[in-house]
């Protein structure tokens, strides 16, 4: 027996009606290819990695993990941080390939694989098997017991059923289907380490089973990460200290909405001031005669993130306008020369990050942001 989702009453559907709404015009809003798009996308994924590892303890700045996200050594993350960013993002980038076969299928090995990708950095958290013995949760603060794990004997049969319901048709909505996968990965804890993440990853696989939008648009890892306590909260609300699947996942489905709904409000406005800021950084490179490519450099910088001759080409990788170091650096000269980039750091911690002219575009297009109202949905 497994968790099963609530009835929804008529405030979840219409929550629920809000969301769908929001993937509608988030989809509208990606389906015309725009260059600006794939650095939206980049720092969606490298925020998703960021937000789901920090609420384990692995806690990274952006930049580093924008560079993990682009395939390249993170300047400042710890050894261990940066295996654990290093995994998810291996596992996400398999949950974006097989998301799209005809023939996939959720199994129990399929888990095990992603738990494998996630965590073989050491062999300690028994990559790719289910853990050996009891498992216990523990309060940070206090050292008090939060959950008790299922009972291991009946670890591999709740996993192969969580396989078999996620592979059934059912009129459920997707959004809350992948917020019972998540639930009930998580309240099983089948593995001795990477429990969180790897049902965070599972519920992002099932959203980009629905063919709507790419998980790196609409998964919730952000705002998990930084909502983190009342995560835990609700988790602990619903699991009651133990596994007990009959009990009320109503919670849980409830602050998932919310996490969805806010998440694609948030989505949206980033997507409204990329394009304009894009806009700006065209003009201005046209202005001054520079290289088109050079956007792609001026963005991140613009937006906050230092950029490196490493991940500057990784942009190019999948384009038809790849390019080599040589041409990476003369790019990097060229922007500082033209007074928008500043170069730091020495070697291989050499970075550029934007001069005052470059900043202003992004501070006004913030300045002109309209406060949006983004009360609790399910409040009073």
């Known amino acids: 027996m497994l968790f099963e989702p609530p009835d929804l009453d008529l405030r979840e559907l219409d929550v629920l009606d809000q969301v769908e709404e929001l993937k509608t015009s988030l989809r509208h809003q990606l389906a015309e290819p725009r260059r600006w798009l794939g650095s939206l996308r980049r720092v969606s994924l490298a925020r998703a990695i960021q937000g789901s590892n920090s609420i384990e303890g692995y806690?990274?700045?952006?930049?580093?993990?924008?560079?993990?996200?682009?395939?390249?050594?993170?300047?400042?993350?710890?050894?261990?941080?940066?295996?654990?960013?290093?995994?998810?993002?291996?596992?996400?980038?398999?949950?974006?390939?097989?998301?799209?076969?005809?023939?996939?299928?959720?199994?129990?090995?399929?888990?095990?694989?992603?738990?494998?990708?996630?965590?073989?950095?050491?062999?300690?958290?028994?990559?790719?098997?289910?853990?050996?013995?009891?498992?216990?949760?523990r309060n940070d603060a206090t050292g008090d017991i939060v959950h008790e794990g299922a009972d291991i004997d009946q670890v591999p049969a709740l996993m192969r059923e969580l396989a078999t319901a996620l592979n059934e048709e059912r009129a459920c909505p997707d959004v809350v289907r992948g917020a019972m996968a998540h639930l009930n990965l998580v309240m099983v804890h089948p593995f001795r380490d990477g429990n969180g993440r790897m049902a965070r990853c599972l519920q992002s696989l099932v959203l980009a089973r629905s063919g709507v939008l790419s998980p790196v648009f609409m998964s919730i890892e952000e705002y998990l990460g930084r909502n983190t306590q009342a995560y835990y909260d609700v988790l602990a609300t619903v699991g009651g200290g133990s596994w007990r699947p009959e009990r009320d996942a109503r919670p849980w489905i409830r602050f998932t909405m919310t996490a969805h709904l806010r998440q694609a409000r948030t989505m949206l406005r980033r997507i409204r001031e990329s394009s304009r800021m894009w806009s700006e950084l065209e003009l201005l490179v046209e202005r001054r005669r520079l290289p088109e490519r050079s956007i792609m450099a001026l963005f991140d910088a613009m937006v906050g993130l230092r950029v490196r001759n490493a991940t500057y080409r990784?942009?190019?990788?999948?384009?038809?306008?790849?390019?080599?170091?040589?041409?990476?650096?003369?790019?990097?000269?060229?922007?500082?020369?033209?007074?928008?980039?500043?170069p730091t750091g020495e070697k291989r911690g050499r970075h550029y990050v934007a001069r005052p002219e470059l900043r202003e575009i992004y501070e006004n297009v913030v300045r002109s942001r309209v406060p949006e109202d983004d009360p609790d949905p399910f409040a009073n």
């Open 59 to 137: 806690d990274a700045g952006l930049d580093d993990a924008m560079d993990i996200a682009a395939g390249e050594e993170p300047l400042d993350a710890g050894e261990e941080t940066r295996l654990a960013l290093r995994g998810y993002r291996e596992a996400m980038t398999y949950v974006l390939q097989v998301a799209e076969d005809d023939d996939f299928s959720f199994s129990d090995q399929l888990f095990k694989s992603l738990h494998y990708m996630m965590t073989s950095y050491t062999l300690k958290n028994r990559p790719g098997r289910w853990r050996a013995g009891p498992i216990f949760v």
């Open 314 to 342: 990784a942009y190019f990788q999948d384009t038809s306008e790849e390019i080599t170091d040589a041409t990476a650096s003369r790019d990097l000269r060229t922007l500082v020369a033209a007074d928008l980039l500043e």
